[in-house]
């Protein structure tokens, strides 16, 4: 999943301490609850964090959460390999619960005053295996 901006809660902190991200998107990516979330917008949300989701709905988003755990990156190999690594596939570092998790990567590069200063990111993650039909055509 793909937005502009944040979730509530999620990596949405500006430097005035609010929290900016949308409680409806937080709602959303609790119901469909992908592997990935990518956004920006904040930039000074930079970051990662993995995500696991209440099994029961609730008429309030902040409660949609059961446990959040921000990723520790390490700076000093980000600027070595140009990006910073995470792997949820199923054998990685941080291996993702399907359907229960999501990783939710805030991927603004720029800083405040408009200069670009993080990392881009890099994801591992488990795909389904395309249908050989699909990849190949029908008529092949």
């Known amino acids: 999943m793909m937005t502009h901006g944040p979730p509530k809660g ?24 992908p592997q990935l979330h990518c956004f920006g917008h904040i930039h000074e949300g930079w970051g990662a964090e993995l995500v696991q989701w ?3 709905v609730d008429a309030q988003a902040q409660n949609h959460i059961e446990r959040a755990e921000w990723l520790d990156i390490d700076t000093e190999k980000m600027a070595k390999d140009r990006a910073a690594m995470v792997d949820i596939s199923s054998g990685g570092a941080y291996p993702l619960k399907f ?7 805030n991927a603004s590069i720029m800083t405040l005053t408009y200069k670009p ?10 795909l389904e ?12």
């Open 10 to 33: 999620i990596r949405d902190e500006v430097s005035s301490g609010e929290h900016v991200g949308c409680e409806h998107l937080l709602r959303a990516a609790h119901r469909c609850r």
């Open 54 to 56: 209440k099994d029961e």
């Open 117 to 126: 200063w993080q990392g881009p990111w890099a994801v591992d993650l488990d």
């Open 99 to 105: 359907g229960r998790e999501t990783l939710m990567v």
């Open 129 to 140: 295996k395309a249908d050989e039909d699909v990849v190949m055509g029908d008529d092949a």
